[in-house]
C-alpha cells in the first residue's frame, strides 16, 4: 500500500491511497467466493455458477461491492500507519478498481488541530469582582419566602389594586366583535402598578366581581393595541403569613427565630453571589486562552455541535416546524465555536498541568455533598451512582481543580461591590 497525505489546513487531511492488485488478489477471489453465493441464474444451483459467467455478467457489481469494503480496510490501515485520528466520516473520491488492477481512492477527512497553549504560568492578570449582600436582598428573601406560604382568599366585594382575577381573555376588534381561536381561558390577571394590568387597564378592573365582563387593552408584541374582553370568575386576595418565629421555623427548621433565619438566609444569598463570582472569573480565564491561542474548530466539529442542539430541541418537545438549522448556526455559531475551542484547549491544559480526579475523590464529593442536605442524602448519592452524573461530577471537579491551578499563576485584583451593581448588570 502506497500513502501520500497532504495537509490542507490545521485540522484537514486529504489521504491518496494506490492498494497494488498483488496485495489485493487473495482478498478478491475469497469475496468473489461469498459473491458467487447469492447468486442465482436458471440453469444453475444457487452457489454453484462458474467464475467465468459471474465475471461475464455481474463483474462492475462485484468491483464496485469488493472496492466498496476495501476502501473501508486501507482506509482504516492507511490511517494507522500515518498516525492520524480522524473525527468525521471521510470524503471519498477518485476511486477507480476493477478485477486485475490497483485500487486507487483519495479521503478528505477532518482530525483536531493541534494545541498549542499560549505562555500562561506568567504574565496573566485578571480581575476579580466580588459581590457584598446587604439587608435588602434578605428583606427580598424573607418576602419571597412569605410569596411562596400565602395563599389566596375569594373576595366577594369587587377587585381593587393587589387583587388577583381569574378570567377567560377573548380578543376582540375595536368595535367588539369576538376573533376566532383568541380565547384564553382561565387566566390570571393581577393588578399592579407597572404590570400589564395597571394604570387604565386597573381603573377599568376595580370593582370587577364573578360573572361582570370588563373591556381592556394590552401591547402586542409589535407594540400595537390588542382589546381583550375579560369575563371574570373570581376575585381573589392573597393572604402572606406573619413573619414570626413560627414562620421561621416553618421555613427553615434549623431557624428557632426570625433573626436565625435572616442569618441563613444571608448566608445563602453570599454563597450564591460568590458562586456568580467564581463562574465570572473562570469564563475570564477560558476567554483568555481562546483569544490568546491560535486555534480553529474544526467544521465537523460544529456540525456535530449544532446536531446536538437541535436534538436537544426535540427531545424538549420543540415541534419540528420551529426547528431551522440555518438560523440556529447564524445564531450561535460564535458561541459554538467558542466553546469547541475553549473544549480542545481545557483538555490539554489538564493534560499539561497533570491533573485527575480519581475514583475516592468522587466519593468524597459526593458525600461532602450529601452532608449539606441531610433531608436529602440518600436521593444524592443515588444520583451519583449513575454513570452519567458521576462522569458530569468528575469534569466539574476537574475544571474546578484546573481553575485553582490557573489562579495561583496569575495576578489577580480583587474588587468589592455591593450586589446593587450586579443586579444593574443583569
Not at 402 to 426: D, F, G, Q, T, V
Amino acid at each position: 500500500m502506497r500513502t501520500d497525505l497532504k495537509v490542507i489546513n490545521s485540522f484537514t487531511r486529504r489521504l491518496k491511497v494506490e492498494v497494488p492488485w498483488d496485495e489485493l488478489e487473495d482478498k478478491y477471489q475469497a469475496f468473489l467466493k461469498k459473491f458467487s453465493r447469492k447468486i442465482n441464474l436458471p440453469g444453475y444451483r444457487k452457489g454453484k455458477v462458474p467464475a467465468r459467467i459471474i465475471r461475464q455478467q455481474f463483474g462492475p457489481l462485484a468491483d464496485a461491492e469488493f472496492a466498496e469494503q476495501a476502501v473501508t480496510e486501507f482506509y482504516a490501515a492507511a490511517l494507522n500507519e500515518g498516525g492520524q485520528e480522524a473525527i468525521n466520516r471521510a470524503d471519498i473520491t477518485g476511486l477507480h478498481f476493477h478485477e486485475g488492477s490497483n485500487l486507487e481512492f483519495e479521503a478528505k477527512f477532518e482530525v483536531e488541530p493541534e494545541v498549542k497553549l499560549p505562555s500562561y504560568r506568567r504574565g496573566m492578570k485578571f480581575q476579580e469582582i466580588y459581590f457584598t449582600h446587604d439587608n435588602n436582598d434578605v428583606d427580598l428573601a424573607l418576602e419571597e419566602l412569605r410569596q411562596k406560604k400565602s395563599q389566596l382568599r375569594t373576595v366577594e366585594t369587587g377587585a381593587r389594586e393587589g387583587h388577583f382575577i381569574t378570567a377567560d381573555l377573548q380578543e376582540v376588534d375595536p368595535s367588539g366583535m369576538p376573533l376566532v381561536g383568541r380565547k384564553s381561558e382561565n387566566q390570571y390577571l393581577h393588578l399592579t402598578d407597572g404590570g400589564p394590568f395597571g394604570g387604565e387597564n386597573m381603573a377599568k378592573l376595580e370593582g370587577a366581581q364573578a360573572g361582570d365582563l370588563r373591556r381592556i387593552i394590552l401591547a402586542g408584541e409589535n407594540g400595537d393595541q390588542q382589546h381583550y374582553e375579560v369575563s371574570v370568575r373570581q376575585v381573589s386576595e392573597q393572604i402572606l403569613p406573619d413573619l414570626d418565629d413560627a414562620f421561621a421555623k416553618l421555613v427553615q427548621p434549623s431557624a428557632s427565630t426570625v433573626e436565625e433565619l435572616r442569618e441563613h438566609l444571608a448566608g445563602r444569598i453570599q454563597a450564591s453571589f460568590d458562586r456568580e463570582t467564581a463562574k465570572r472569573f473562570s469564563r475570564d480565564v477560558a476567554d483568555y486562552f481562546v483569544r490568546q491561542a491560535k486555534l480553529e474548530a474544526p467544521s465537523s466539529m460544529i456540525d456535530t455541535y449544532i446536531d446536538n442542539l437541535i436534538e436537544d430541541l426535540r427531545r424538549q418537545g420543540y415541534p419540528e416546524e420551529t426547528i431551522d438549522r440555518d438560523n440556529m448556526v447564524a445564531e450561535h455559531q460564535a458561541t459554538v465555536i467558542w466553546n469547541i475551542k475553549w473544549f480542545l484547549l481545557r483538555r490539554q491544559l489538564i493534560d499539561e498541568e497533570e491533573l485527575a480526579v480519581e475514583d475516592a475523590d468522587l466519593d468524597a464529593k459526593v458525600e461532602a455533598l450529601a452532608e449539606t442536605e441531610p433531608a436529602q442524602a440518600k436521593q444524592i448519592k443515588n444520583f451519583y451512582r449513575r454513570p452519567d452524573n458521576r462522569r458530569s461530577l468528575r469534569e466539574d471537579m476537574l475544571s474546578d481543580a484546573l481553575m485553582e491551578r490557573l489562579r495561583s499563576y496569575a495576578k489577580i485584583k480583587e474588587i468589592r461591590k455591593p450586589s446593587s451593581e450586579l443586579k444593574k448588570a443583569s
